[in-house]
């Protein structure tokens, strides 16, 4: 018998008996689609775990912190009574830019600010970049441009998500309480910027007006000598660049709003002249120290291979480092681990399916004894009843397999808009937490099949071994 006649004589088998060729490739469909879906889930978080780093400025990134305080304004006491300073300012800097291997090294300030445009407001953790530094983010903007430097007046850019920080002064209710987006538009409209968030009180707030002198009088201040209080400074900022996306495109900047470094250092160091800046290392006596000190400092390498040998050298002049390419390693491991679980609870699934083709195919040898008995007399080698068999057990395993990738992409596109649309990847986070690429496709339908020529291997040989004679005259 050559091929063509087996392939025809499987199908017809299969054709006969419609309903059990059916239930048993829904198992297989069942076990196929199990397996990819949670699989698809370890590669989603994989995928945006690569997303997340590639934001974050990829894997030549390098974030440096203060040795005894992430917000890197640590100050060490010794026992002469001397302060060891471990802290990240512009000399340092220097020192890193000048490094072998460095190709860019960008402090970054972080400091809370309230933001109101009429009864909205919203508390936003305000980052002063360099030029360079916000460059390196290679932030997507939907409209505008990066900061201007030099203009003495501080420009923003807005992530797309930064909308949904605003709620109404008077209820509190915001859009995650009403659903509808703040009537604000970012990219023109002017907003006040309040940095003293401590001592402002938003109940004394007035309203928006059309100042633009940079300041206005609502917010109070208290004067702990006199008692009495003093308005805080308000300043007038516009939007220089809105970052692109809506409010489901969610990213590591979907809600950061980021401004020029140097014009913010000017902004903080008038309004807070002879003060303490918010965020800045102070003495014991309370006093405010000379310089200005950065929360981090981002450093990019020349090339991968150099980063660990970069990050080695900073971490020996006693400072915190952290690199995406050590942390992308920490979580592939942790990935595989999951991928691993999710996978092997699927399989359960397709095991199951294995044994219902194991059944189907036995019980098709003693419905077909005499049809094999026939053959046999007839010359049909046993290798052609065998190959016969597994055809047919790997039909079944293709069809299931087929089936089952074409539910897996139904079942991950709907896990992909429920979870998009509930919004439970909010944190800064891609919403593709199902992943299915091509090479996952094609293993499942190998890996179905294989189940099926597996599960169709006992059946084959039993029917290699039934005596011609008996078989015949079996009723």
């Known amino acids: 018998m050559n091929w063509n006649d087996l392939l025809r004589m499987s199908i017809n088998s299969l054709r006969r008996r419609k309903l059990r060729t059916f239930l048993t490739v829904l198992g297989v469909l069942i076990g196929t689609a199990s397996i990819v879906v949670m699989i698809s889930l370890g590669l989603g978080m994989q995928q945006s775990l690569y997303k997340e780093v590639e934001q974050s400025g990829g894997l ?4 440096v912190t203060g040795s005894d305080n992430s917000d890197g304004m640590t100050t060490e006491s010794m026992g002469s009574g001397q302060e060891t300073e471990k802290r990240i300012d512009d000399q ?3 020192k890193i830019s000048k490094m072998d291997h460095v190709k860019l090294a960008a402090p970054i300030y972080e ?6 445009k009429g009864f909205y407001m919203a508390y936003v953790q305000l980052q002063g970049m360099t030029p360079e530094g916000l460059k390196s983010l290679n932030m997507d903007l939907g409209d505008g441009t990066l900061p201007k430097t030099g203009t003495g007046h501080l420009e923003l850019i ?3 998500g930064v909308i949904t920080d605003f709620y109404e002064t008077g209820s509190g209710n915001g859009y995650y309480d009403t659903g509808k987006v703040p009537n604000i538009n970012l990219m023109k409209d002017s907003l006040f910027m309040i940095t003293d968030t401590e001592n402002y ?3 004394s707030s007035a309203a928006f007006g059309d100042s633009t002198d940079g300041t206005a009088g609502a917010g109070s201040q208290s004067d702990s000598g006199t008692g009495q209080t003093k308005p805080v400074q308000k300043y007038v900022v516009r939007a220089s660049g809105v970052i692109n996306g809506g409010l489901d495109d969610y990213s590591n900047n979907y809600d950061s709003v980021f401004c020029d470094l140097e014009t913010l250092k000017q902004l903080l160091r008038k309004e807070y002249a002879g003060k303490v800046i918010p965020g800045q290392p102070q003495t014991k006596a309370g006093k405010a120290l000379k310089g200005f000190y950065y929360t981090s400092l981002k450093v990019k390498a020349d090339d991968i291979d150099h980063v660990n040998e970069v990050a080695d050298v900073i971490r020996n002049m006693g400072y915190n480092v952290e690199t995406n390419a050590e942390y992308l390693d920490s979580m592939k491991s942790q990935f595989a681990i999951v991928q691993a679980v999710l996978g092997g609870i699927g399989a359960v699934s397709l095991l199951v399916a294995a044994i219902g083709i194991a059944n189907t195919m036995m019980m098709s040898i003693y419905e077909r004894t005499k049809e094999i008995g026939v053959m046999k007399v007839l010359g049909c080698s046993l290798r052609n009843i065998r190959e016969m068999f597994l055809l047919e057990a790997a039909f079944i395993g293709l069809l299931g397999g087929i089936a089952g990738n074409i539910l897996s992409f139904v079942m991950s596109a709907a896990i992909n808009i429920i979870v998009g ?5 909010s944190m800064g986070t891609d919403s593709t937490i ?3 690429p091509w090479w996952l496709v094609l ?3 190998v890996f179905a099949v294989l189940v099926g020529v597996l599960a169709g291997y006992f059946p084959a040989k039993r029917a290699m071994k039934l005596s011609p004679l008996a078989a015949i005259r079996n009723e």
């Open 60 to 63: 030549t990134s390098i974030t």
């Open 111 to 116: 400091t809370s600010v309230i933001l109101l």
């Open 421 to 425: 649309s509930s919004g439970a990847m």
């Open 443 to 445: 293993m499942s339908m």
């Open 434 to 436: 199902s992943y299915i």
């Open 92 to 94: 340092l800097v220097e």
């Open 201 to 203: 009180n938003s109940d």
């Open 158 to 160: 807005f992530g797309n």
